[in-house]
């Protein structure tokens, strides 16, 4: 197992215009089952990731 350890000393890069993201965008994505953003960088609008939430009762 990776542990995950949460750093407030650091400030994440965007991996497109290597802006320091102090904030990250988001949206909900239109679905059926759960809820579905997608993540994106306020500066250049390129997508950084898509995540997925299921109810407790879709496992």
């Known amino acids: 197992m990776i542990a995950c350890e949460e750093r407030n000393d650091e400030t ?3 991996p497109h215009c290597q802006a320091a993201l102090n904030k990250v965008s ?3 994505l239109s ?3 759960g809820k579905r953003y997608v993540y994106y960088c306020p500066g250049c609008k390129k997508v950084l990731g898509m995540s997925h939430r299921k109810g ?3 496992g």
Do not use: Q, V
């Open 31 to 33: 679905s059926t089952f």
């Open 12 to 14: 994440p890069i965007c």
């Open 26 to 28: 988001c949206r909900r």
């Open 56 to 58: 407790f009762w879709m």
